[in-house]
Nanobody, 115 residues
Framework: QVQLVESGGGLVQAGGSLRLSCAASGRIFGVNTMGWYRQAPGKQRDWVATITSGGNTNYADSVKGRLTISRDNAKNTAYLQMNNLKPEDTAVYYC?????????WGQGTQVTVSS
């Protein structure tokens, strides 16, 4: 009974920036880890970044230095700041959260980067 809602996706030119948000709500006792995945057309869903409740982060090599994950624990919200975007970043971005030992997923938000 946990809901994750992503927002902030859209169309941007290469080199531009976007900021995604993911708010968790519902039956929440404590969010241990939040993260972002993405899925391009015809491709598998790939891990992008994770952040622990203490703020420790990990990133896929393809996004290091360009994408930054953060969170606001008071709001149970995770963010993904995306800078210097590339066409290869085009995908549906999904947020995820671990709550009470269970994994939850958002509905996804489309990010399109044009050349």
């Amino acid at each position: 009974q946990v809901q994750l809602v992503e927002s902030g996706g859209g169309l941007v030119q290469a080199g531009g920036s976007l900021r995604l948000s993911c708010a968790a709500s519902g039956r929440i006792f404590g969010v241990n880890t939040m993260g972002w995945y993405r899925q391009a057309p015809g491709k598998q869903r790939d891990w992008v970044a994770t952040i622990t409740s203490g703020g420790n982060t990990n990133y896929a090599d393809s996004v290091k230095g360009r994408l930054t994950i953060s969170r606001d624990n008071a709001k149970n919200t995770a963010y993904l700041q995306m800078n210097n975007l590339k066409p290869e970043d085009t995908a549906v971005y999904y947020c995820t959260a671990t709550v009470g030992g269970r994994r939850y997923w958002g509905q996804g938000t489309q990010v399109t980067v044009s050349s």
